[in-house]
């Protein structure tokens, strides 16, 4: 017990017993995962025992797999179109209003910055039922499917991008174009010239982060979907995941990861890239990893 | 000669902002604002338009009412009285969700703050390669993550083999058919990575002169971690608990997915799924609205504390 006590307070003590329980925590929260990635490379039809390694659920099965099973390329299509779409939207706008934000003084400032903090505290089946009263009663010329889901997704991705943009505004501070308008350079040309293109990688890595933002979204798609068509991977996972009759399933949300993690992992190494030549150290790719709110 | 005179002027206030033209950073926030003020702040009023509003006659549809002064409680009232008889559909659901969504913070915190400490106390590459790893399930889709465990759960799984091989249970257990321990499991699992971040952020914030201090002061190490880290770090206890149990609440695909659904393991979100998407009746849809609102106004009381939590907290470390 004492040894115990020693362990959890000494900070020059190495920490034996929690190394080993937070490796034993990386491999409860991974393993799970790996071993349902590794499934859906298996030769047979169960997901839950190993009959081989092949590429079956992903290419090679004539009427199952990922590339052949019309369901599942339409639910990939599906979540790539609405990530793309809301990709586009939400970051110019999340990019002029964190710009815009930190710099408008004043009650007006401050009250639109709780604004765009509430949709990070608010589960997302409350904002989902809103909308789709929204869509349905009010703006009904905004149509279930694909333009209600980008609508939605845009909303939730928004303040993301503020509270990634914000930390590398503060990062880069003023003195830069302060220093190019001592230069002579009109206050529109600082901005344009220097201030941007010193943001662009973070710009960049928000694209990313609200790309895999979306396509991992379950809850806003499914209660803005119409039919079918509609039907986006997490989706099909929610429908299909207690019942499905083979590994194409896993394939599929192994492709998903595939797409999301390699968007954030591109993001956090641009942010890291900056904060390194900057010599500002890590902490500003980990603000992005974990939202701090 | 007129901006030099007005960037004096800006430098000797301290801001650059002022160098732009005049409503420049309000033209920028426009869009966005515009965009939450319709698609965040109007949503929450259709809710409650909704749960008050009526029924179409003929078509038996929701119809909302917008103005406040014609809205009518029968959805609200239905709602609350379930909630507060002790046999009503939504006390007993209400009651679980509570209480699943108790133990799985518990949970949660248990499992995340060892593991935040440890990380917050590593130094250098290997922070980094620990950092990543702890990161990672944030960015896999909850769903996936789901999935993989109802591929472990199945009565041929791995779970089931490995504890019978064990001893632990003779025949297969049915894990995914209507278990709660299945179910805060789940959520524990889901939501821990959520946690860890904020903590991590707070522990590593606490300067480790403070240790020191009180090692030289002469507290036991025990001691010190219950005195001196604890305390220091319950700011990050606190928002990291707020972001897990606000959607926690929400919560409805892990119950679906890993008990399909079952009433004996049905949440407050499960309820509001089948009210919502089950039917297209009007006195369902209102009753799915009023549920709604409740679940908000639950969250939004919570969310205050933290505010008020965190604001106090502030000051008094300012003032110290």
Known sequence: ?293 | MRRLRRGREARSKGGIDLLYPRGFWQGLSAPGVLWLLLLFVVPFYAILATATGGVDPIFGNAIPQWNPLRWNGDAFGYVFQQLGVSDGIYHVVFLRTLRFVAIAVALCLLIGYPVAYYLSRLRGRYRSVMLVLVVLPFWISYLMRMLAWVGLLQDNGLVNHVLMTLGVIDAPRPWLEGQSVTVILGLAYGYVPFLILPLYAALERIDTSFLEAAWDLGASSFGTFIRVTLPMSKQGVLAGTAIILLPMFGDFYTAELLSGGRPETSMIGNQIVLLLQGSTLGSAQARGAALVTALAVLVSVLTLYYLVSTAKTTREARRS
């Not at chain 1, 190993?50 to 990922?66: K, N, T």
């Open chain 1, 1 to 293: 017990m004492r040894r115990v006590r020693s362990l959890l307070a000494n900070p020059w003590r190495k920490h034996r017993f929690l190394a080993a329980f937070s490796w034993v925590y990386v491999l409860w929260a991974l393993l799970p995962v790996l071993i349902a990635i590794g499934f859906s490379f298996n030769a047979g039809r169960s997901r839950s025992a190993w009959q081989g390694f092949s590429l079956r659920w992903y290419v090679s099965d004539p009427d199952f797999s990922v590339l052949h099973d019309p369901l599942l390329r339409s639910a990939m299509a599906q979540s790539v179109k609405v990530a793309a779409a809301t990709m586009l939207i939400a970051t110019p706008i999340g990019v002029a209003m964190s710009l815009g934000l930190a710099r408008w003084r004043g009650r007006g400032g401050n009250v639109s910055n709780f604004l765009m903090l509430l949709p990070l505290v608010t589960p997302e089946i409350v904002l989902a039922t809103g909308l789709f009263f929204v869509f349905v009663h009010l703006f009904a010329f905004v149509s279930f499917g694909t333009t209600a889901q980008v609508f939605g997704h845009v909303t939730w991705a928004i303040p993301y991008v503020v509270v990634v943009m914000r930390g590398r505004l503060f990062a880069i501070g003023p003195e830069f174009e302060e220093a190019a308008m001592d230069l002579g350079a009109p206050p529109m040309e600082a901005l344009r010239r220097v201030l941007l293109p010193l943001l662009a990688p973070a710009i960049f890595a928000a694209f990313m982060i609200v790309f895999a933002l979306s396509i991992d979204d379950f809850v806003t798609s499914q209660f803005l979907s119409r039919g079918q068509t509609s039907t986006t991977i997490p989706m099909l996972i929610y429908g299909t995941g207690r019942t499905a009759p083979n590994p194409a399933l896993n394939a599929i949300a192994t492709v998903m990861l595939a797409l999301s993690l390699s968007a954030v992992g591109v993001a956090v190494l641009m942010l890291t890239k900056v904060a390194k030549r900057r010599g500002g150290g890590e902490a500003e790719a980990t603000g992005v990893v974990g939202f701090q709110i």
